[in-house]
């Protein structure tokens, strides 16, 4: 059974940071595109990072880019979300998303096979 089992969420001010984990069970992230999305009331969910099954590959959404590092840790087999210059708009349930196919830079929300449980992020002005 796989599970996708998020943490690190909270409450910050602007311009903080904030590490999400997504621990992985079920399933090895070195197998897997691993992604992060992020849903805020009243939107639908949007893609954040990916990180290719190789590692060697990162794709961010162009309002996150060179604020957010989506990494992972193969021993632990966990997939990490670094989050810093943390804006008011990043505050979303963020989501974590894995895919056993395609590509990681093109898949759609749909085309993610296992989801997280969605942790909250909340940045306050």
């Known amino acids: 059974q796989v599970q996708l089992v998020q943490s690190g969420g909270g409450l910050v001010q602007a311009g903080g940071s904030l590490r999400l984990s997504c621990a992985a069970s079920?399933?090895?992230?070195?197998?897997?595109?691993m992604g992060w999305f992020r849903q805020s009331r009243g939107k639908e969910r949007e893609f954040v990072a990916a990180?290719?099954?190789?590692?060697?590959?990162?794709y961010y959404a162009d309002s996150v880019k060179g604020r957010f590092t989506i990494s992972r840790d193969k021993a632990k087999n966990t997939v990490y979300l670094q989050m810093n210059s943390l804006k008011p708009e990043d505050t979303a349930v963020y989501y974590c998303?894995?895919?056993?196919?395609?590509?990681?830079?093109?898949?759609?929300?749909?085309?993610?096979?296992?989801w997280g449980q969605g942790t909250q992020v909340t940045v306050s002005s």
């Open positions: 998303a894995a895919a056993q196919y395609g590509l990681a830079g093109k898949l759609r929300r749909q085309e993610y096979d296992y």
């Open positions: 079920g399933l090895k992230v070195s197998k897997y595109v």
């Open positions: 990180i290719s099954w190789s590692g060697g590959s990162t």
